[in-house]
């Protein structure tokens, strides 16, 4: 394998001979019928030994030519038949030599052929034993671009080999009631199914390897939270005038599920210990104004507050967001961006040192060398990145000294990403949680509609019914593969295919011509935000995108969203991009578009998705609906990546992990066990914690 084949497939897998591993084949192969020619049936696998007979030049590239080779085995003849034939068939074919063939046998008036099989050179070991060594049950593995079964597979077998060698510690505690005692045989079983069975969630290997996956990720919440629990952090003052204030002045009552919230928030700021919790709704079920109510809390009692949100866009509008409560009230805010000058940041920074500043809103970036006289509350809005509240705690844990008295704010992470309670367990399993399930009333449902992308020109043509009443769209491109230039070329043609419809279209009256621009992942961060915000001001109505779609960007005058190969996403995900619409008063909608026929799991997620605008169901729904292989991207679930547990086929092993975790951080840890702890801790990227056990 050449690095630049290398460096693909540590792309695909990541870095380490454990990644590869960890890569499971999705799918098998069975290539173990090896009949003779004669015998071999139409319709089937078969691997056969034939000797070339015959073989044409390979005509030069430019010249697309089909090139036909023919064998025999002394039962029948034989044609392997190659579409786009290469200089590699000479050497793969040579004339009078044995050769091991692999595929689908086909017939047709001249006898039987096989269409682009797979085939071997008998080697050193001669056609006899390789033949044997190819006749057996492969295991099919997820590529990516340039990346080929062979490649992976020999790669894994590598890898496996060293692994063998170099067996890592065991960690799991008795593990004889286990079929499979080891964590290294687990993987070299996953690896080698023999059955579709085998590569069920189900399969003593799969289950094995995801209770080691479910293990290492309870370890390192029991670390996270038995960190926090050490920390002292600061009991706020009760004063809540200003806030009484924020909620009477409101046009609208709160719900019940954000006067819930609000009550577990007070519990915690009024407790001497961090808050760490994660506050969970849909988008639109009014996360802000909770989050708001806690700041003015907190603010009127003495400390700062600061309001993070992922991107400079989404800063600026939960700032111009909070500025119309805060303003009435007298509290000084300050919006920090990238785009202030040296001297102003300098400034900024110069006041929230001195306290001027109470409240302070910007990105997760900016905000970390920000000097806070008195931090009190933390709020991160839309965190989607699992983890990031783990680093903040720690990191606050670290910079303490020994000489000053530093208390670690209390921090509030607000997502707009539903999570099942089982899957809470898994990556919020440090965090107490909080739930906004009731959306405020009076929200017009989104019509959701089903469709094949057949009917492109008739969604166009509707779509530019509604632009031309001044309402505006998304459009989301296919994600083709796991690569930004594959989405990029597809965005780019579809925003150009919108441009010219929209041009020959007759253009009514008075009508301004449509305007269609497009955001992608390639663009500078600027050249992003001004995309993005060309769109919010209404300049542009339709705006193409690959799924960098800002979440909670808010755009009221969007009322259509247009998601292609919507059957490639997954349930939360295309939730997520649906509730980008529906946020103004007028009627919206939300097309998916499918291509092709729709499989099995496919269908029934865009059906779920029509039939429901409840983020819990869809994301419940979303975890049971995932045909394996069939979603591309890994951050399906948006909060929890996982490589071997499957989090709806495992979850009865949740609890189990979460228990064997806490038992075993409970008991006096010796050497050789702290160690194999800390090994799992490293294979399943855990660094942190494994750190923490590796130092006693
Ligand atoms: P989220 O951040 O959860 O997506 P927001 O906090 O942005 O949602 O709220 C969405 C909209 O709902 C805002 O316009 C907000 O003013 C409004 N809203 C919030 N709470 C209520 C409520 N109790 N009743 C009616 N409208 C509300
Ligand atoms: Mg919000």
Redesign the pocket.
């Known amino acids: 394998m050449s690095p630049a084949q290398y460096e693909k497939l540590q792309a695909l897998t990541g870095p380490r001979y454990i990644d590869l591993l960890t890569h499971l084949p999705t799918r098998i192969l069975d290539r173990s019928a090896s009949p003779t020619v004669a015998n071999a049936p139409v319709g089937e696998v078969a691997t056969l030994i034939a000797t070339v007979t015959r073989r044409g030049a390979v005509p030069p590239k430019h010249i697309k030519r089909p090139l036909t080779i023919e064998l025999t085995d002394g039962t029948a003849p034989l044609r392997a038949v190659f579409f786009n034939p290469g200089a590699w068939l000479e050497r793969a074919f040579p004339l009078g030599e044995q050769v091991i063939l692999s595929g689908t046998v086909e017939a047709d008036n001249k006898g039987k052929k096989l269409i682009h099989p797979d085939v071997w050179n008998p080697g050193k070991s001669g056609a006899e034993s390789k033949h044997k060594s190819v006749a057996r049950i492969w295991p099919l593995y997820p590529l990516t671009a340039g990346v080929g079964q062979g490649w992976v597979a020999r790669a894994v077998a590598e890898a496996l080999t060293y692994a063998q060698k170099n067996p890592l510690p065991e960690w799991l505690p008795n593990t004889q009631h286990l079929k499979l005692n080891t964590f290294t045989q687990a993987l070299a079983a996953a690896h080698t199914p023999q059955t579709e069975e085998d590569l069920l969630p189900a399969a003593p290997a799969r289950t094995r390897l995801a209770l080691d996956e479910l293990f290492a990720t309870q370890l390192a919440l029991a670390h996270a939270r038995a960190t926090t629990r050490t920390l002292s952090g600061i009991a706020h003052g009760t004063q809540k005038t200003l806030m009484q204030k924020l909620i009477k002045a409101?046009?609208?009552?709160?719900?019940g599920a954000?006067k819930n919230a609000l009550k577990d928030i007070h519990d915690d700021l009024s407790a001497p210990r961090p808050m760490l919790r994660l506050l969970q709704?849909?988008?639109?079920?009014?996360?802000?104004?909770?989050?708001l109510a806690a700041l003015l809390r907190v603010v009127e009692n003495g400390h700062q507050g600061a309001l993070m949100a992922p991107t400079e866009i989404l800063a600026k509008q939960l700032f111009a967001?909070t500025q119309k409560y805060l303003q009435p009230l007298g509290v000084t805010s300050a919006l920090l961006t990238g785009s202030l000058s040296a001297a102003q940041k300098k400034r900024l920074r110069q006041h929230v040192a001195e306290g001027f500043v109470q409240l302070i809103v910007g990105t997760h970036a900016l905000l970390e060398d920000v000097p806070f006289a008195k931090l009190g509350l933390v709020v991160i809005?839309?965190q989607h990145r699992f983890g990031v509240h783990q680093r903040l705690t720690l990191g606050a844990a670290e910079s303490r000294t020994p000489n000053t008295e530093y208390r670690i704010p209390d921090l509030l992470v607000?997502s707009?990403t539903p999570i099942p309670r089982t899957l809470a367990l898994t990556a919020y399993g440090d965090m107490d949680l909080s739930t906004?399930a009731e959306k405020?009333?009076?929200r017009s449902p989104i019509q959701t509609m089903v469709m094949p992308d057949s009917r492109l020109a008739e969604i166009a043509t509707r779509l530019q019914g509604a632009l031309q009443k001044g309402e505006q769209a998304y459009w989301v491109c296919p994600l083709v593969e796991e690569s930004e230039q594959s989405d990029l070329s597809a965005a780019t043609q579809r925003a150009e295919w919108l441009r010219a419809f929209f041009a020959q279209a007759p253009i009514t009256n008075h009508q301004s011509p449509i305007t269609v621009s497009l955001l992608h992942g390639k663009m500078k961060a600027a050249e992003k935000a001004a995309a993005m915000e060309a769109f919010a001001a209404g300049h542009t109505q339709v705006l193409v995108a690959t799924t960098v779609i800002e979440v909670?960007v808010?755009v009221p005058g969007a009322t259509t969203m247009v998601i292609e190969h919507a059957e490639r996403f997954g349930l939360s995900q295309l939730h997520q991009l649906r509730?980008r619409v529906g946020?103004g008063t007028r009627a919206s909608r939300c097309l998916l578009l499918y291509s092709g026929q729709l499989g099995e799991f496919a269908q029934a997620r865009l059906q779920a998705l029509r039939d429901s605008e409840d983020g819990f169901y869809l994301a419940e729904k979303d975890l049971e609906l995932r045909g394996p292989g069939e979603i591309l991207g890994r951050q399906q679930s948006g909060e929890v990546q996982t490589r071997l547990a499957d989090l709806h086929h495992h979850k009865s092993l949740l609890p189990v992990a979460r228990d064997l975790a806490e038992k075993t951080l409970a008991a006096p840890l010796k050497a050789p066990q702290r160690n194999a702890l800390a090994t799992l801790l490293t294979v399943f990227n855990k660094q942190t914690a494994a750190e923490w056990l590796r130092g006693g």
């Open positions: 409101l046009p609208f009552p709160l719900t954000q709704g849909d988008v639109g079920s009014g996360k802000t104004l909770v989050a967001q809005d839309e607000m707009a906004l405020p009333p009076g909670g808010d509730g946020r």
